[in-house]
Antibody
Framework: QVQLVESGGGVVQPGRSLRLSCAASGFTFSTYGMHWVRQAPGKGLEWVALIWYDGSNEYYADSVQGRFTISRDNSKNTLYLQMNSLRAEDTAVYYC??????????WGQGTLVTVSS | QSALTQPASVSGSPGQSITISCTGTSSDVGGYNYVSWYQQHPGKAPKLMIYDVSNRPSGVSNRFSGSKSGNTASLTISGLQAEDEADYYCSSYTSSSTLLRVFGGGTKLTVL
């Protein structure tokens, strides 16, 4: 079955960087686009980024454009999110999710990122 | 402020039916048949319940149904069960230049 496992979260100071990973299994990773979606504590869901199956196109929410970079390594079945210049408002659980015609269908369990001094 | 508007909470008794609304604009809900609904239990990942307004993924109970009229989409759950108690989020494709996908603020369903 589809399995997505995020890692790399933790506590980081404002202005610093962090890289999240998402290990995929149970499906042919190289044929699916992938999303990152986040959820601030006690808040709703916010779409963050999408990358096409082959990495040829990337899309970002305005709130992270220019600071975050989504990428993938199809040889390792792994999705990444490089987060730079982190802000307190980036504090959230970050989920990776498989794409189904530009909508997230299967989601991982998430990894918590806390931006605090 | 979320792009799509949902009621903060709804409630119902076991066996009853409830409906959760999701209001957007012509740039998202009203303009495309790409509305989806997610169920999220506390501390868990969201689960896709409805896609493309009214389609159910394999394995989702037929007690869950979706519809749309104009800029408002709706999720109806019939024959409420205790395990339906969760947060529900709507989502839509958007033609906004800064977003690809928008979500509602979420609705807490309480089964009395």
């Amino acid at each position: 079955q589809v399995q997505l496992v995020e890692s790399g979260g933790g506590v980081v100071q404002p202005g610093r960087s962090l890289r999240l990973s998402c290990a995929a299994s149970g499906f042919t990773f190289s044929t699916y686009g992938m999303h990152w979606v986040r959820q601030a504590p006690g808040k709703g869901l916010e779409w963050v980024a999408l990358i096409w199956y082959d990495g040829s196109n990337e899309y970002y929410a305005d709130s992270v454009q220019g600071r975050f970079t989504i990428s993938r390594d199809n040889s390792k079945n792994t999705l990444y999110l490089q987060m730079n210049s982190l802000r307190a408002e980036d504090t959230a659980v970050y989920y990776c999710a498989r794409d189904y015609y530009q909508l997230p269908d299967y989601w991982g369990q998430g990894t918590l990122v806390t931006v605090s001094s | 402020q979320s792009a799509l508007t949902q009621p903060a909470s709804v409630s119902g008794s076991p066996g009853q039916s409830i409906t959760i609304s999701c209001t957007g604009t012509s740039s998202d809900v009203g303009g495309y048949n790409y509305v989806s609904w997610y169920q999220q239990h506390p501390g868990k990942a969201p689960k896709l319940m409805i896609y493309d307004v009214s389609n159910r993924p394999s394995g989702v109970s037929n007690r869950f149904s979706g519809s749309k009229s104009g800029n408002t989409a709706s999720l109806t759950i019939s024959g409420l069960q205790a395990e339906d108690e969760a947060d529900y989020y709507c989502s839509s494709y958007t033609s906004s230049s800064t977003l690809l996908r928008v979500f509602g603020g979420g609705t807490k369903l309480t089964v009395l």
